[in-house]
């Protein structure tokens, strides 16, 4: 059974942190490089970050270097650390494999909001 489950979003103020967690199934998580990808009111998902199961990491040019990418084998986990948040930066977000497309499962992603 597919499972990713999203949480840690919010309210923040400009120049603030937020850090996201995802819980993935095994079947996902253990055999694919994973990702977090944004959803903003009126746009298309996009790929924010992603970890490769050696722990390499990638980001869009959007966050880089203000956003870090994390993962934890033993409990599946994987996170997202958002510092210096910008308006720009409001959007739900999701975790899942790297590759993703419309037609895989996606969990209900949470919903980070950056307003003063």
């Known amino acids: 059974q597919v499972q990713l489950v999203e949480s840690g979003g919010g309210l923040v103020q400009p120049g603030g942190s937020l850090r996201l967690s995802c819980v993935a199934s095994?079947?996902?998580?253990?055999?694919?490089?994973m990702g977090w990808y944004r959803q903003a009111p009126g746009k298309q998902r996009e790929l924010v970050a992603t970890?490769?199961?050696?722990?390499?990491?990638t980001y869009a040019d959007s966050v880089k270097g203000r956003f870090t990418i994390s993962r934890d084998n033993a409990k599946n986990m994987v996170y997202l650390q958002m510092n210096s948040l910008e308006p720009e930066d409001t959007a739900v977000y999701y975790c899942?494999?790297?590759?993703?497309?419309?037609?895989?499962?996606w969990g209900q992603g949470t919903p980070v909001t950056v307003s003063s």
């Open positions: 899942n494999k790297f590759g993703a497309t419309r037609e895989n499962y």
């Open positions: 095994g079947s996902i998580f253990n055999s694919f490089a």
């Open positions: 970890i490769g199961r050696d722990t390499i990491t």
